[in-house]
Protein backbone atom coordinates (compact mmCIF):
# COMPACT_ATOMS: atom_id res chain seq x y z
CA UNK A 1 0.00 0.00 0.00
CA UNK A 2 1.37 3.51 -0.98
CA UNK A 3 1.30 6.42 1.20
CA UNK A 4 -1.48 8.70 -1.14
CA UNK A 5 -3.88 5.63 -0.29
CA UNK A 6 -3.22 5.39 2.85
CA UNK A 7 -3.18 9.50 3.65
CA UNK A 8 -7.05 9.22 1.61
CA UNK A 9 -8.34 6.15 3.58
CA UNK A 10 -7.17 7.50 7.08
CA UNK A 11 -8.83 11.54 5.90
CA UNK A 12 -12.29 9.25 4.75
CA UNK A 13 -12.57 7.89 8.14
CA UNK A 14 -11.85 10.11 9.90
CA UNK A 15 -14.11 12.65 7.88
CA UNK A 16 -16.98 10.25 8.51
CA UNK A 17 -16.32 9.52 12.03
CA UNK A 18 -16.43 13.35 12.22
CA UNK A 19 -19.46 13.68 9.71
CA UNK A 20 -21.52 10.88 11.74
CA UNK A 21 -20.44 12.73 15.22
CA UNK A 22 -21.97 15.87 14.06
CA UNK A 23 -24.99 14.51 12.37
CA UNK A 24 -26.06 12.51 15.78
CA UNK A 25 -25.03 16.51 17.50
CA UNK A 26 -27.38 17.80 15.07
CA UNK A 27 -30.14 15.30 15.74
CA UNK A 28 -29.96 15.14 19.50
CA UNK A 29 -29.76 19.04 19.51
CA UNK A 30 -33.19 19.65 17.03
CA UNK A 31 -34.79 17.04 19.20
CA UNK A 32 -33.70 18.95 22.80
CA UNK A 33 -35.20 22.15 21.05
CA UNK A 34 -38.29 20.50 19.74
CA UNK A 35 -39.18 19.71 23.09
CA UNK A 36 -39.25 23.41 24.93
CA UNK A 37 -42.46 24.27 25.49
CA UNK A 38 -44.25 27.70 24.59
CA UNK A 39 -45.96 30.36 27.05
CA UNK A 40 -46.67 33.77 26.98
CA UNK A 41 -44.65 36.42 28.81
CA UNK A 42 -44.73 40.14 29.57
CA UNK A 43 -42.16 42.37 28.71
CA UNK A 44 -40.47 43.98 31.70
CA UNK A 45 -38.09 46.27 29.69
CA UNK A 46 -36.00 46.75 26.84
CA UNK A 47 -32.87 48.31 27.00
CA UNK A 48 -29.34 48.82 24.76
CA UNK A 49 -26.53 47.75 26.59
CA UNK A 50 -22.84 46.99 25.38
CA UNK A 51 -22.38 43.73 23.45
CA UNK A 52 -21.18 40.30 25.34
CA UNK A 53 -18.58 40.54 22.79
CA UNK A 54 -16.97 44.26 23.83
CA UNK A 55 -18.20 45.19 19.96
CA UNK A 56 -20.47 47.38 19.61
CA UNK A 57 -24.09 47.29 21.37
CA UNK A 58 -27.07 44.46 22.56
CA UNK A 59 -30.76 45.02 23.34
CA UNK A 60 -31.20 43.14 26.85
CA UNK A 61 -35.17 42.40 27.22
CA UNK A 62 -36.23 41.11 30.67
CA UNK A 63 -39.67 38.54 30.58
CA UNK A 64 -41.86 37.64 33.15
CA UNK A 65 -43.48 34.55 32.68
CA UNK A 66 -45.13 31.78 34.76
CA UNK A 67 -44.90 27.70 34.23
CA UNK A 68 -46.85 25.60 36.92
CA UNK A 69 -48.17 28.73 38.99
CA UNK A 70 -44.19 29.32 39.76
CA UNK A 71 -43.16 33.03 38.28
CA UNK A 72 -39.79 33.63 36.75
CA UNK A 73 -38.15 36.64 35.76
CA UNK A 74 -35.23 36.41 33.39
CA UNK A 75 -33.15 38.82 30.96
CA UNK A 76 -32.33 38.05 27.76
CA UNK A 77 -29.18 39.62 25.59
CA UNK A 78 -29.82 39.75 21.80
CA UNK A 79 -26.46 39.19 19.32
CA UNK A 80 -24.80 42.34 19.01
CA UNK A 81 -24.71 44.85 16.54
CA UNK A 82 -24.03 48.50 15.89
CA UNK A 83 -26.05 50.92 18.46
CA UNK A 84 -28.53 52.68 16.77
CA UNK A 85 -29.71 48.89 14.68
CA UNK A 86 -29.79 47.85 18.56
CA UNK A 87 -31.75 50.55 19.87
CA UNK A 88 -33.93 50.01 16.84
CA UNK A 89 -34.59 47.05 17.86
CA UNK A 90 -35.52 47.28 21.74
CA UNK A 91 -37.41 49.96 20.92
CA UNK A 92 -39.82 47.70 18.57
CA UNK A 93 -40.25 45.55 21.51
CA UNK A 94 -43.53 47.08 23.77
CA UNK A 95 -42.98 46.92 27.44
CA UNK A 96 -46.09 45.40 29.04
CA UNK A 97 -46.79 43.42 26.23
CA UNK A 98 -46.99 40.21 25.75
CA UNK A 99 -44.83 37.88 23.53
CA UNK A 100 -44.49 33.47 22.95
CA UNK A 101 -41.65 32.29 24.51
CA UNK A 102 -40.17 29.05 24.69
CA UNK A 103 -38.85 27.41 28.06
CA UNK A 104 -37.25 24.13 28.81
CA UNK A 105 -39.65 21.69 30.54
CA UNK A 106 -36.75 20.14 32.75
CA UNK A 107 -36.07 23.69 33.95
CA UNK A 108 -37.97 26.80 33.52
CA UNK A 109 -35.50 28.92 33.93
CA UNK A 110 -33.89 28.43 30.47
CA UNK A 111 -35.69 30.29 27.73
CA UNK A 112 -35.38 31.29 24.30
CA UNK A 113 -37.83 34.41 23.04
CA UNK A 114 -37.64 32.60 19.71
CA UNK A 115 -37.01 29.09 19.33
CA UNK A 116 -35.03 28.60 16.59
CA UNK A 117 -32.06 26.59 15.02
CA UNK A 118 -30.12 29.32 15.09
CA UNK A 119 -25.75 28.92 15.46
CA UNK A 120 -25.90 29.59 19.27
CA UNK A 121 -28.13 26.61 19.37
CA UNK A 122 -26.67 24.54 16.16
CA UNK A 123 -23.28 25.80 15.62
CA UNK A 124 -20.90 23.33 16.75
CA UNK A 125 -23.15 20.12 15.73
CA UNK A 126 -22.98 22.15 12.15
CA UNK A 127 -19.32 23.13 12.05
CA UNK A 128 -18.71 19.51 13.09
CA UNK A 129 -20.52 18.07 10.22
CA UNK A 130 -18.99 20.59 7.85
CA UNK A 131 -15.53 19.53 9.10
CA UNK A 132 -16.52 15.78 7.98
CA UNK A 133 -17.66 16.75 5.47
CA UNK A 134 -14.46 18.67 4.02
CA UNK A 135 -12.44 15.53 5.44
CA UNK A 136 -14.41 13.14 3.34
CA UNK A 137 -14.08 14.92 -0.11
CA UNK A 138 -10.64 15.74 0.70
CA UNK A 139 -9.89 12.14 1.11
CA UNK A 140 -12.08 10.79 -1.84
CA UNK A 141 -10.74 13.11 -3.71
CA UNK A 142 -6.50 12.18 -2.76
CA UNK A 143 -8.16 8.46 -3.61
CA UNK A 144 -8.75 9.27 -7.30
CA UNK A 145 -5.84 11.09 -7.50
CA UNK A 146 -4.11 8.04 -6.70
CA UNK A 147 -5.92 5.91 -8.71
CA UNK A 148 -5.54 7.85 -11.84
CA UNK A 149 -1.60 7.90 -10.87
CA UNK A 150 -1.46 4.45 -10.57
CA UNK A 151 -2.99 3.88 -13.73
CA UNK A 152 -0.94 6.01 -15.96
CA UNK A 153 1.80 4.08 -14.78
Given amino acids: ?????IVSLALLTMGALTLAAGGFSLVRRIRHIESWHATDA??????????????????????????????YTRTYTSDGGLEQEVSERAARRSTSSLYTIFYDPADPNRFSPN??????????????SAIGLALVLFGASLQLLARSARQAL
Avoid at 42 to 70: C, H
Fill in 115 to 128: LGYNGATLGRSLLL
Fill in 42 to 71: RLVSSLVVPSPTGVGSAAQFEFWYTVNGVS
Fill in 1 to 5: MNLPR
